[in-house]
């Protein structure tokens, strides 16, 4: 019961990957949810442009998966157009032993899995390894925040999650140092009494579910509440 978050997916993956080689088994299945869409497509779309085999995106989840040791033939991709398979996406998924959520649009993968394909319970109660890169990493919390420069929006703002998660912490991804912008990370620590990790491009976690355990790798910063 693991949670992998990172900021930039192929950045994170390397340095994770000595840990996630003591724990992943070559038959282990994956499942991938690449439904972080800036706007809508269909299903032939992503097939053949989003997520088609040994194109950019595909190689770039794929292949670090692989380098795993992980099969290919055991990794699975899941169309959220691919209507007439909804039913089988929950059973895919608690078959699965790790499940990748990938960076992108985090509200369109909350819609996605809330309301489009209903797997939410799946995901929230998954007893595997979940990788997460940006909003994949993020939605995994209860609830999530997003600064302003990270936002559509262009204004911070909490978001509902996944709740995998129930928030022991929160963390920032794709942080940058500028005083501005870690003085907001600071003052999300102070104001809702827990710890925030500020993860950059070049940094990742290692969160155990089960036992807490929490390793931080390369360039993370932690931010804990001021004595009051």
């Given at each position: 019961?693991?949670s992998i978050?990172?900021?930039?997916y192929?950045?994170?993956?390397?340095l994770?990957?000595?840990?996630l080689k003591k724990?992943?088994?070559s038959?282990?299945?994956?499942?991938?949810?690449?439904?972080?869409?800036?706007?809508?497509?269909?299903?032939?779309k992503?097939?053949?442009?989003?997520?088609?085999?040994?194109?950019r995106?595909?190689?770039?989840?794929?292949?670090?998966?692989?380098?795993?040791g992980?099969?290919?033939?055991?990794i699975?991709?899941l169309n959220?157009?691919?209507?007439?398979?909804?039913?089988?996406f929950?059973?895919?998924?608690?078959d699965s032993?790790?499940?990748?959520?990938?960076?992108?649009?985090?509200?369109m993968?909350?819609?996605?899995?809330?309301?489009?394909?209903?797997?939410?319970?799946?995901?929230?109660?998954?007893?595997?390894?979940?990788i997460?890169?940006?909003?994949?990493?993020?939605l995994?919390?209860?609830?999530?925040?997003?600064?302003?420069?990270?936002n559509?929006y262009k204004?911070f703002?909490?978001?509902d999650?996944?709740?995998?998660?129930?928030?022991?912490f929160?963390?920032?991804?794709?942080?940058?140092?500028?005083?501005?912008?870690?003085?907001?990370?600071?003052k999300?620590?102070?104001?809702?009494?827990?710890?925030?990790y500020s993860i950059?491009?070049?940094?990742a976690?290692?969160?155990?579910?089960?036992t807490?355990?929490?390793?931080?790798?390369?360039?993370v910063?932690?931010?804990?509440?001021?004595?009051?």
């Amino acid at each position: 019961m693991y949670s992998i978050l990172l900021s930039e997916y192929e950045e994170g993956m390397k340095l994770v990957y000595e840990s996630l080689k003591k724990i992943v088994k070559s038959n282990d299945k994956v499942v991938i949810i690449a439904w972080t869409f800036p706007i809508e497509i269909d299903y032939e779309k992503f097939n053949n442009e989003w997520f088609k085999k040994g194109e950019r995106r595909y190689n770039k989840y794929v292949g670090p998966l692989i380098k795993l040791g992980l099969k290919e033939e055991n990794i699975k991709i899941l169309n959220c157009y691919d209507n007439a398979n909804f039913l089988q996406f929950k059973k895919v998924i608690d078959d699965s032993d790790i499940l990748v959520m990938t960076g992108g649009n985090p509200e369109m993968l909350y819609s996605k899995v809330t309301q489009e394909t209903e797997i939410l319970y799946n995901i929230k109660h998954y007893k595997g390894i979940i990788i997460g890169a940006s909003a994949g990493a993020e939605l995994q919390l209860k609830r999530y925040f997003i600064t302003a420069k990270n936002n559509y929006y262009k204004y911070f703002a909490f978001y509902d999650g996944f709740g995998v998660l129930d928030d022991p912490f929160y963390f920032d991804v794709h942080s940058i140092n500028n005083k501005y912008y870690l003085d907001k990370l600071q003052k999300v620590a102070d104001e809702k009494v827990k710890k925030v990790y500020s993860i950059y491009n070049d940094g990742a976690i290692v969160y155990n579910r089960k036992t807490g355990n929490l390793e931080k790798f390369g360039n993370v910063n932690t931010f804990f509440q001021k004595e009051r």
